[in-house]
Structures are given as structure tokens and as C-alpha cells.
């Protein structure tokens, strides 16, 4: 089945650091990839999406690629912000947005 | 962006009863709406998938009668946890799709059986 393994946490930086959170998965298919962002006691927010290889999706700051080859879907982040100390969850769906299997999630601590 | 609101989000309940937690799309239709498990530290589980006007269809493992989930509209699903046990409590999450092309989460509901 459909699986995503993610870095594991969890990860302490200092502010104005480069980040990266490695991604890989497995699939059967053509799967479209996710990066999504959770605050504490919150739910989770659609970061950044690649719907087929070589995709770069980017928000606030945040890149990552669809590679296919090396089937990964990296995160990575040139200066983080005290504000990004987060949750970071990679995940893929293969049946549309909706369903989709998820990574263990990064837990991201951004120190002043 | 679509915005799915999710009620309540904390919830504490007695060992025995029954708490319904309820997920709304406020400014779209969902036909498909999706009800994840969250334990402390791990990632989501998918627990079912709801379908509007039909039954939901439940991931393996997942037992269809302790959580009830029920559909009526195209705005609203509900999970219903029955007979609730202190291994119940947990952190659940809803989410719905705008077009299938992106998932939109609730806030999620904070479980505590006491």
C-alpha cells in the first residue's frame, strides 16, 4: 500500500537557519504530494502541494519538489522565523485531495 | 480558501456515553468529507470516509458501530463516538475536498473520557 516516510524529529533551530525535512514515498500510481503545517491544539493547513514530477510548490517561504526518480518531496525553507515552530506533516493521495496517507510528522522548534 | 469549521473542539465526557462531534464546509458543498485520528505525537489516521446520502466506508480496523458517522447534507458530517472509553480519547480531525484537487481540515476535536 501507499506509505510516506518522513525525518524524524524533532528538529530545533535557530532563527534565520536553513531547513530541510526529507520526504519519501510509495505509491502505486501517479500520486499528488503535500506538505501541510499544524499549531499546537489546531488542525492542519495545506502548506504547499505537487500534482505530478518535477513540480516545485512554494508558499511563505517554503519549497518543495515532486522528484520522481528518487520519489521524494523534500521540504525546505532558506531562514526560518521563530513563527514557523510547527508540526510538519508530508503526505500523497492517489484518489484526489481527500484521501490521503500521511507521514509521522516533524516536530519544527525555531529558538530566537 | 474554503473554510471547514469543526465543533466542538474540546470535549471531555464521561466513560459510557456518547459525544457527537459535528464538521461543516461553510462556504462549499462537500460531497466527500473525511474523518482522521490523531494520537499524541503521531500522525493521522484515516477512520472512515463519509459520503453524502450513503453509507460511509470505514478503513480496516475501524469499528463502524463504536463511530458513527452520518452524512445528511452537503455541508455537514458527523462523528459520533458511542459508549465512549478512556482509549477512545484522542484528537479527531475532519476534512472535506473543494473539486478533489485540495483538503481543507477542521480544527479538531480534543477527546478526553474520563
Known amino acids: 500500500g501507499d506509505s510516506v516516510t518522513q525525518m524524524e524529529g524533532p528538529v530545533t533551530l535557530s532563527e534565520e537557519a536553513f531547513l530541510t525535512i526529507n520526504c519519501t514515498y510509495t505509491?502505486?500510481?501517479?500520486?499528488?504530494l503535500f506538505w501541510y503545517v499544524q499549531y499546537p491544539g489546531e488542525g492542519l493547513q495545506l502548506l504547499l502541494k505537487a500534482t505530478k514530477a518535477d513540480d516545485k510548490g512554494s508558499n511563505k517561504g517554503f519549497e518543495a519538489t515532486y522528484r520522481k526518480e528518487t520519489t521524494s518531496f523534500h521540504l525546505e525553507k532558506g531562514s526560518v522565523q521563530v513563527s514557523d515552530s510547527a508540526v510538519y506533516f508530508c503526505a500523497l493521495s492517489t484518489q484526489g485531495a481527500g484521501k490521503s496517507t500521511f507521514g509521522d510528522g516533524t516536530t519544527l522548534t525555531v529558538k530566537p | 480558501g474554503a473554510v471547514v469549521s469543526q465543533h466542538p473542539s474540546r470535549v471531555i465526557c464521561k466513560s459510557g456515553t456518547s459525544v457527537k462531534i459535528e464538521c461543516r464546509s461553510l462556504?462549499?458543498?462537500?460531497?466527500?468529507m473525511f474523518w482522521y485520528r490523531q494520537f499524541p505525537k503521531q500522525s493521522l489516521m484515516l477512520m472512515a470516509t463519509s459520503n453524502e446520502g450513503s453509507k460511509a466506508t470505514y478503513e480496516q480496523g475501524v469499528e463502524k458501530d463504536k463511530f458513527l458517522i452520518n452524512h445528511a447534507s452537503l455541508t455537514l458530517s458527523t462523528l459520533t463516538v458511542t459508549s465512549a472509553h478512556p482509549e477512545d480519547s484522542s484528537f479527531y480531525i475532519c476534512s472535506a475536498t473543494l473539486m478533489n484537487t485540495e483538503a481543507f481540515f477542521g480544527q479538531g476535536t480534543r477527546l478526553t473520557v474520563v
Open positions: 462556504d462549499f458543498q462537500a460531497t466527500t
Open positions: 505509491a502505486t500510481g501517479y500520486p499528488s
